[in-house]
Each structure stands twice: as structure tokens, then as C-alpha cells.
């Protein structure tokens, strides 16, 4: 009787994780100002009011975000960064400028500075972590990525890898190497 007891508690815990809670939203669009073949270091946006929300200096979040753009080619640098990245986690629902576009990598292939934007509004969820990429040298906002609902799962109560994973989904949308890291990597 142990035994079936046992393999019983086995087949519920497996399909336990086989059922998804709420999963979050994922969505990002770009400027059509950004030159993303171009870009090869950056850097975190430095706060430096005492005030801020001390979500803004989340080693987690900066961990995570440095992890991914390392994988995908950009050094991080103190020295004029090509890139700035700046995040936030907003803790209500709102409403959000977004843009309906054309594939970011179809975009780029063009890079077609007149496109016209079409604008929609998204709602957001309870908790939501937006993170912009910005272009230091032109001082452009050139890419933005979120990640909405992360509070509604109850795997997101203190769950660094819950929040990793959610940082890994929103730059799933960012598809580009740093420039000239694929011929680099051929040759090391």
C-alpha cells in the first residue's frame, strides 16, 4: 500500500508542473532610429537619486540583463557604451504606448528611418518590468521589451529564477548580436 501511495504523490507532483499558472505577456517594439547591426558595448543607466525606487538597482535584474546581452556579444563597458540600459518594475496595472510593427529583423534589413509608426495602447498587468535600450551617442530610446503580469503567477512571490526567466523571455526579442561578433566567434 506504500507503494501506490507513493507512485500516486509521484504522478500528482509531475502533473502538478504540467499545468501552467497565469503566464505573463512579453511584447517590445523599436525605434526606427535604432542601428542595431552597430552597436557592440553597454552599460547600465547610473541612478543616482537616493529616492529612487530600489527596483532600479536590482542586481538581480542587472545580473540577468548582463548575462543575456554578454551571451548575444556586447561587453560591458564604463567607457562611452554604445548602449544604455535602463529598467523598471511597475507594481500596478496602466495603460502603455506601444507600436504595431514590422518584424524587427525585416525592419533592419532596411533600415528604413521614414517607416511610419502605428501606435496602440496596451493595458498592463499587475506588475510589470519594462527595459529600454538606449542609443548613447544619438539619445534615443531604440528598443523597449516587457514583461507583464509577473505578480499574478505565484511562482513570482521572491523567485529570482521566475524574474531570470522573465528577463530571458523579453530579450527573446531582441535578435541581434553585438556587430561583428559572429565573425569573432568563427575564429576564436
Not at 500528482?12 to 552597436?39: A, I, M, P, Q
Amino acid at each position: 500500500m506504500k507503494r501506490t501511495g507513493l507512485a500516486l504523490f509521484a504522478i500528482v507532483l509531475l502533473l502538478s508542473g504540467c499545468f501552467n499558472f497565469k503566464e505573463y505577456t512579453v511584447e517590445s517594439d523599436y525605434s526606427y532610429y535604432g542601428k542595431f547591426k552597430r552597436y557592440k558595448t553597454f552599460n547600465f543607466l547610473n541612478y543616482t537619486n537616493p529616492n529612487t525606487d530600489t527596483t532600479q538597482s536590482n542586481t538581480v535584474i542587472e545580473d540577468a540583463i548582463k548575462s543575456r546581452l554578454e551571451l548575444q556579444g556586447y561587453s560591458l563597458t564604463d567607457r562611452n557604451p554604445n548602449l544604455i540600459v535602463s529598467y523598471k518594475i511597475f507594481y500596478d496595472n496602466f495603460k502603455f504606448q506601444g507600436y504595431n510593427q514590422p518584424e524587427i529583423e525585416d525592419w533592419a534589413e532596411r533600415e528604413d528611418e521614414e517607416e511610419e509608426y502605428d501606435p496602440v495602447k496596451y493595458s498592463l498587468s499587475e506588475g510589470t518590468l519594462l527595459v529600454l535600450l538606449w542609443d548613447n551617442k544619438r539619445e534615443k530610446a531604440i528598443w523597449q521589451g516587457y514583461a507583464s503580469g509577473l505578480f499574478g503567477n505565484p511562482y513570482s512571490n521572491n523567485n529570482d529564477r521566475y524574474l531570470k526567466r522573465a528577463i530571458r523571455s523579453i530579450f527573446d526579442q531582441y535578435r541581434f548580436f553585438a556587430e561583428d561578433f559572429a565573425v569573432k566567434s568563427r575564429y576564436n
